[in-house]
DNA sequence: CGTCAAGAAAGTGTCGACACTATTGCGTTC
DNA sequence: GAACGCAATAGTGTCGACACTTTCTTGACG
């Protein structure tokens, strides 16, 4: 445990390979890019003890802006603080999902709502086009870019209600939920569903309809929380096998981005 | 549920509203509580530039903990970064506080609706006797009081929603919009609509009426929102005269003491 | 054998310093 | 006299160091 700090932590930072020694490079930018890609992915596991040296090394940066990202991370519900012991891996449990879901779902149907009111019809035509210029090819792409997609059409509506700060939240909320949606959509379950129910809400946004419109972003979102249910057993399963020796994937590339 | 109504610690206005995550260590808690009194009080004014080495002299501490409380001030939406200029204090304008009050009314009428579907009746009673315990004395109390105890009222209805993220969201809405809030109160303009309403409230939730209650709530803030427009004028005098200094002195004792 | 305490080790919280960047002030050119 | 560029200054972003706190280790005591 004492001497071998680089040969077993060393966790994956293929991030932008920046070959100069340019010491100026935002540290904490990248320093909270790759923490939140690390709590995505499970390289660091609920309810861990963050060791802000270990991560400082491993992304060959000091701890200032470590945690400066951690304190960021903590405003943002990734992690929490306590006082003398430093950061813990928010723990990852299937009722504090749910919240997050409801509230998500509370938000976008209210933003919903104030688009059908307020949004010109160039606004509501530019959500129809993007997600006309979507639908084909929605299903062949990889998780990540389905999963950048859908969100950007549920943002898109947010950003129509005209309510920058429902923008914000969603985003946020976005943000702490996407390591789920990306395992739910590696199942692929309900892909069919999924395009089903952005045309129908295309459709009713069109005719400004925002009782139906708003029943079926709950239900379209009530739809994802179920799935959830499934996918949080497949989250559960990878913390574990990702933890202490995982025989098959250690290092070397990414497991499963790009 | 799981949240018992018995942790109504006295809402204190120079304390955080971040229930979950951090109770920081020393500097940085002071710091933060600092800072944010600065900017609600507009000493640090709107669009203005802030100056960390100034910051941290006036408080007697290094920059770091100063640039923490700022990061975290910054995750709030109190304050802006940019890249390598620093922080800047978010700009005060009416329809930034409009947005706000949106998304609150958001919230809190979802939080109500939920409330009557999920609370026990035992928990309803508790908002009602908490109301009940205040709405005798209540306007004789001091601006900053009557503050407190009217977003606990709020933050308490949140609570029996049984969904921790909502109360969460509400309570960061509520200290951003905490200084404009406690200036409407200031005026004193509709103190009895004010406590009709919140009567009427717990009616509808004594009631189950879901729909009556968010229909009241909605208005019991668009009338606050209305309230605001004026109290925004006091603020923006606020902010002028409160900056005796002019920006172009920027040595010596600038920022005053608390 | 288990409990506990003292000391060692590890880790966080804060500091002062320094490199690099933005801004300000000044002198030069037309 | 104004625009431009260049030097000086102020300020941010990051670093390594250190003090203090928590956690682990080890050894004495019951």
């Known amino acids: ?17 920046e070959p100069e020694t340019r010491r100026s490079a935002d540290s904490s930018e990248r320093a909270y890019n790759a923490i939140r890609k690390l709590l995505v992915e499970f390289q660091l596991k609920p309810e861990e003890r963050i060791n802000e040296m ?3 090394k491993s992304l060959s940066i000091s701890r200032t802006p470590i945690r400066e990202a951690l304190n960021r991370l903590a405003s943002e519900g990734f992690v ?13 449990s299937t009722e504090g999902l749910i919240d ?9 149907c209210a933003a919903f709502r104030l688009m059908c009111e307020r949004a010109s019809d160039d606004e509501i035509d530019s959500l129809r086009s ?40 969603l985003q946020a ?4 939920i996407r390591f789920i949606r990306r395992i739910q959509i590696e199942h692929r379950s309900h892909d ?6 952005h045309s129908a809400i295309v459709d009713a946004a069109i005719k400004r309809d925002a009782e139906g419109g708003t029943e079926l972003l709950r239900k379209h979102i009530e739809l994802t929380v179920s799935a959830t249910q499934e996918a949080l057993k ?8 990702s933890a202490d020796q995982s025989p098959r994937q250690r290092r070397g590339r990414a497991a499963s981005n790009t």
């Open 192 to 197: 069919k569903d999924l395009v089903a129910a």
């Open 173 to 176: 909320i976005n943000a702490r």
């Open 54 to 56: 270990r991560l400082a």
């Open 80 to 92: 929490s603080l306590t006082p003398n012991r430093g950061f813990f891996v928010r723990s990852l």
């Open 100 to 108: 997050l879901y409801e509230l998500r779902s509370i938000i976008e």
């Open 234 to 241: 497949d989250a559960l399963l990878k913390v574990y096998s």
């Open 1 to 17: 445990m004492k001497n071998s700090p680089e040969t077993t932590d060393h966790i994956a930072l293929a991030e932008t390979a």
């Open 130 to 169: 993007y997600w006309a210029g979507l639908v084909e090819g929605y299903r062949d792409q990889p998780p990540d870019d389905i999963l950048a997609e859908d969100e950007r059409f549920h943002v898109l509506i947010a950003e129509l209600s005209g309510n920058p700060e429902i923008v914000n939240q």
